[in-house]
């Protein structure tokens, strides 16, 4: 599979959490959170198809996409490319970048001790 380009990610992501939708519902839940037409919607959808990114179920008159691409693969591809080309393949640089760019709560700094200890018990 391609790399999802920003917008596919943005549908692939809506997609992921609707489980199955049609270019209407996927562009109304867009229209919430940017400024986009429903041809660009359409467009990008069925690009999205030809690259093998979104199965499309053409047996109704509205076509209605799913995902073919798995949530977790993708995210870890793509985390995978960040730290190769934006950190020198450094999962270190990374962390230490994220968590200072966003003050993590307390809760998500509980999450990061577990996982990390989890990891530690791991070896």
Request: glycine share 4%; aromatic share 4%.
């Given at each position: 599979?391609?790399?999802?380009?920003?917008?596919?990610?943005?549908?692939?992501?809506?997609?992921?959490?609707?489980?199955?939708?049609?270019?209407?519902?996927?562009?109304?839940?867009?229209?919430?959170?940017?400024?986009?037409?429903?041809?660009?919607?359409?467009?990008?959808?069925?690009?999205?198809?030809?690259?093998?990114?979104?199965?499309r179920n053409e047996?109704?008159?509205?076509?209605?996409?799913?995902?073919?691409?798995?949530?977790?693969?993708?995210?870890?591809?793509?985390?995978?490319?960040?730290?190769?080309?934006?950190?020198?393949?450094?999962?270190?640089k990374l962390v230490?970048?994220?968590?200072?760019?966003?003050?993590?709560?307390?809760?998500?700094?509980?999450?990061?001790?577990?996982?990390?200890?989890?990891?530690?018990?791991?070896?």
């Amino acid at each position: 599979m391609s790399k999802p380009t920003e917008s596919e990610l943005e549908i692939l992501s809506l997609l992921w959490e609707m489980k199955e939708a049609s270019v209407r519902q996927v562009h109304e839940r867009l229209a919430e959170i940017k400024d986009t037409g429903y041809t660009t919607t359409l467009k990008t959808m069925q690009n999205m198809h030809a690259k093998g990114m979104v199965h499309r179920n053409e047996e109704q008159r509205t076509h209605v996409y799913r995902p073919i691409t798995n949530q977790k693969e993708t995210q870890k591809s793509l985390l995978k490319n960040l730290v190769t080309t934006a950190f020198g393949g450094s999962a270190q640089k990374l962390v230490l970048q994220a968590l200072g760019a966003e003050k993590p709560s307390k809760e998500e700094l509980d999450e990061i001790r577990a996982f990390l200890d989890q990891l530690e018990n791991q070896k």
